[in-house]
């Protein structure tokens, strides 16, 4: 059976003048319009679709993908706002995506952005968003690993740091002693898991800790020194938004690695940039 607000892989029923009607299962047929019916295809194959309700309450499919699904956390822009409904944002369909006025924290306006949960409403089956974000987290203490890479979703500034979504679950928090920039809310990025507290809350890093966090990092600078003829333009003098974009670490880290280096005898600092020494018999992965 297909899922409201999901990704669905359907079969095709039938065609006719308005488009493809897909297998729903119980939810019955449900059109593709014309306008998404993919080029080069097959009577048989199966389309993937995300299945919503539109203007007419009406059960129709997209290939469009949405910002965010049904269970999922996403960042988003206020386009318009109705004086009874509540605001609406742009999520990436044709349709825009409702907030109602009892979901949201703070009231949305115009051009603002939000971190909103996606969620399908109980009563009318209807998808909405809601800015009320602590109810829809996962408060059950999570059984993740010191070290563990998580997906992070940066969701508000806090005195002590960020705070995040994890994994589209859990709420989790970045410490700004810990982090060489400034973070933008509603960006994505990978993480590392630091410790899980008693109250299920996490504490995060963008970098790896202790030596996990250097070894494999001298790695992949090698790595790349090799694949741009042993010489790189970044050394302890690069900025932090160049080591990051680069490399994606703090620049503390990327200048741990190359003191790593530096000492094993490895690379030679050429100011600006470092260069791989050519008696070094060292590669990715050899132990020290």
Do not use: C
Not at 189 to 215: E, H
């Amino acid at each position: 059976m297909a899922t409201i607000g999901r990704r669905n892989q359907l079969a095709i029923v039938r065609a006719s003048q308005p488009g493809l009607y897909l297998d729903g299962g119980e939810l019955g047929e449900i059109l593709l319009p014309g306008r998404y019916i993919p080029d080069n295809l097959a009577p048989k194959d199966k389309l993937d679709v995300f299945v919503y309700r539109d203007s007419e309450d009406r059960l129709v499919a997209t290939t469009e993908k949405p910002h965010a699904m049904v269970g999922e956390f996403g960042y988003m822009k206020v386009i318009s706002v109705h004086p009874q409904a509540g605001a609406f944002l742009d999520w990436g369909l044709s349709k825009d995506l409702l907030v109602p006025f009892r979901e949201q924290e703070l009231l949305l306006r115009v051009g603002d952005w939000a971190v909103v949960y996606v969620a399908l409403d109980a009563q009318t089956n209807r998808i909405l968003a809601s800015t009320r974000l602590n109810r829809h987290l996962n408060r059950e203490t999570p059984a993740y690993r010191d070290g563990q890479p998580v997906n992070i979703l940066v969701t508000a500034k806090t005195p002590l740091g960020y705070n995040a979504i994890v994994d589209n679950a859990h709420l989790g928090l970045l410490y700004k002693s810990q982090l060489a920039a400034a973070l933008k809310i509603g960006a994505k990025l990978k993480g590392f898991v630091r410790t899980v507290r008693p109250n299920g809350k996490i504490d995060l890093s963008l970098d790896a800790a202790g030596y996990k966090r250097v070894a494999p990092l001298t790695d992949l600078i090698v790595a790349a020194l090799n694949m741009s003829g042993g010489r790189l333009p970044f050394d302890d003098d690069s900025s932090p938004a160049e080591v990051r974009q680069n490399f994606g670490v703090s620049k503390k880290a990327f200048k741990q690695a190359l003191g790593k280096l530096y000492k094993s005898r490895r690379i030679a600092f050429t100011k600006p940039g470092i260069q791989l020494l050519e008696n070094s018999s060292w590669s990715p992965g050899t132990k020290s």
